[in-house]
């Protein structure tokens, strides 16, 4: 079994080519952050509908369950690893604005204002209007749509033990409330991406805390490589400007990279088996 590798280093020796991100590509990707003080400013992207080999829960608040592409084939192949293709049932997903706010609205009416500002996302504020989030919750009886029962026995346990895995994580816990302004959701989880997921697993970050944690791997300075084995990816971020941002991207040939903006203030570039990355960490 391979070894789990987070190192600082150089950047790799390699040729860079440099694309020019417009201000608005700021609102674009799996790591934005969204939440209360950075809420969603452009509409979700790829999104698509579950398909019927995937259990879904809910048919009166959703009956179309919706996520975005990327975010779907993993939680397809997440379910398939841990064994809840019969037991886990998608409860919720892409929710549009107007969805949050009948949903907020209704929550209000039936639960009050307490209850509702632990477990409700404000319009506006709420990671289902991303696609990259997902309700999951055992599939028995009935399902609450708010508060789905997702325990930590049988696949509920293997999910939640492999999610990181699969890039995906469980985005608000007991522990971050205070950071996330959220209640603790065993059932929530959203699509950040590998290797970021597990870094935020090991390193006990939120997404609120992991945005700021990845200024530090600064392009061209510091960066960030994880990974299993040999196959590290590399990390680095690239401040925003006031217009196009240039991005140093790759230029050898066969590269593969995601970028990524953040919600807030920069672009996070992620490199997968950069050549030679072994030599400069």
């Known amino acids: 079994m391979t070894a789990w590798t987070m190192r600082r280093g150089k950047p790799s020796a390699r040729a860079s080519a440099v694309v020019q991100m417009r201000r608005d590509r700021l609102y674009d990707g799996e790591l934005i952050l969204v939440n209360k003080d950075h809420p969603v400013r452009r509409p979700a992207q790829q999104i698509v509908p579950v398909p019927d080999g995937i259990l879904q829960a809910s048919r009166r608040e959703e009956p179309g369950i919706l996520l975005e592409r990327t975010c779907l084939a993993l939680l397809s192949a997440l379910l398939e690893a841990c064994g809840g293709r019969t037991s886990i049932a998608v409860v919720s997903g892409y929710r549009s604005r107007a969805a949050q706010e009948r949903l907020y609205a209704t929550s209000l009416r039936e639960n009050g204002a307490d209850f509702t500002a632990k477990y409700v996302a404000l319009p506006g504020a709420s990671e289902h209007e991303t696609g990259l989030a997902v309700d999951v919750g055992l599939y028995e009886g009935n399902v609450d749509y708010i508060r789905p029962a997702f325990p930590d026995r049988g696949a509920c346990g ?57 200024k530090q791997y600064a392009c061209g300075e510091t960066h960030l490589y994880a990974g299993e084995g040999a196959s590290l990816a590399e990390i680095y971020y690239v401040r925003a400007e006031e217009g196009d941002t240039p991005v140093p991207l790759p230029r050898a040939s066969g590269a593969r990279w995601r970028l990524s903006g953040n919600n807030k203030d920069g672009f996070v570039v992620t490199v997968y088996d950069p050549e030679g990355c072994d030599r400069h960490v």
């Open 158 to 214: 293997v999910f939640k033990r492999l999610a990181a895995k699969y890039g995906f994580v469980q985005r608000y816990r007991a522990d971050k409330t205070d950071r996330t302004g959220i209640a603790c959701e065993p059932w929530h989880f959203r699509y950040v991406g590998y290797p970021h997921s597990v870094i935020m697993e090991r390193e006990g970050l939120c997404l609120e805390e992991y945005t700021e944690f990845l």
